[in-house]
């Protein structure tokens, strides 16, 4: 059981939005930012998210983060089928003092 | 551009020893922690080994605690991570990451990039 759940799957038809959802805790969510991390199959995690809801250069504004209290949300729009990949949110935790990560969404792009 | 290879992974028996290392460039890497994260064959993303940039400050998993021990040489730009009472549960391919700041523990940072990977099989 993963620190911070996510669902383990997610999917949609191209065009439509989906959103992932990141439990947490006062610990780590609650108290800190939260990065979100696509990886797309055979290949390495790359950053997608930083500090809630800020986007590295190179990633198209159809991806968006948002944190409400100890839960965090990944939400892409216009979906394309480049999309399909594993998404994982992360957070520091002051508790464990270390990072944490969510047990991953796999998404499908029907 | 930001390079980081990695580099020692192979088979090894239960309760043996590893050396990862991970050669950085591209980057002033003096100025910035560093970490391996290692992913399980099939499984999720799972927090190693953190490092902070002048080398003083470590952090570890529960789950590897008393067991690895992470390291770096600035002057060679290289990031290691000595593994020993290996377990089949340590078997994973283990990613060196790029901190965004210099400690560990940082106020709003993240990880980026990533390596490619290096995998390490514990089995008999």
């Known amino acids: 059981q993963s620190v911070l759940p996510q669902p383990p799957s997610a999917s949609g038809t191209p065009g439509q939005r989906v959103t992932i959802s990141c439990s947490g805790s006062s610990s780590n969510i609650g108290g800190n930012t939260v990065n979100w991390y696509q990886q797309l199959p055979g290949t390495a995690p790359k950053l997608l998210i930083y500090?809630?809801?800020q986007r590295p250069s190179g990633v198209p504004d159809r991806f968006s983060g948002s944190k409400s209290g100890t839960s965090a949300s990944l939400a892409i729009s216009g979906l394309q089928s480049e999309d399909e990949a594993d998404y994982y949110c992360a957070a520091w935790d002051d508790s464990l003092n270390a990072w944490v990560f969510g047990g991953g969404t796999k998404l499908t792009v029907l | 551009e930001v390079q980081l290879v990695e580099s020692g992974g192979g088979l090894v028996q239960p309760g043996g020893a590893l050396r990862l290392s991970c050669s950085a460039s591209g980057f002033t890497f003096s100025s910035y922690a560093m970490n391996w994260v290692r992913q399980a064959p099939g499984k999720g993303l799972e927090y190693v080994s953190g490092i902070s940039s002048n080398g003083r400050t470590t952090y570890y998993a529960d789950s590897v605690k008393g067991r690895f021990t992470i390291s770096r040489d600035n002057s060679k730009t290289t990031l290691d991570l000595q593994m020993s009472s290996l377990r089949p549960e340590d078997t994973a391919l283990y990613y060196c990451?790029?901190?965004?700041?210099?400690?560990?523990?940082?106020?709003?940072?993240?990880?980026?990039?990533w390596g490619q990977g290096t995998l390490v099989t514990v089995s008999s």
């Open positions: 500090n809630n809801d």
């Open positions: 990451v790029k901190d965004s700041v210099s400690v560990v523990r940082g106020v709003k940072s993240w990880f980026d990039p």
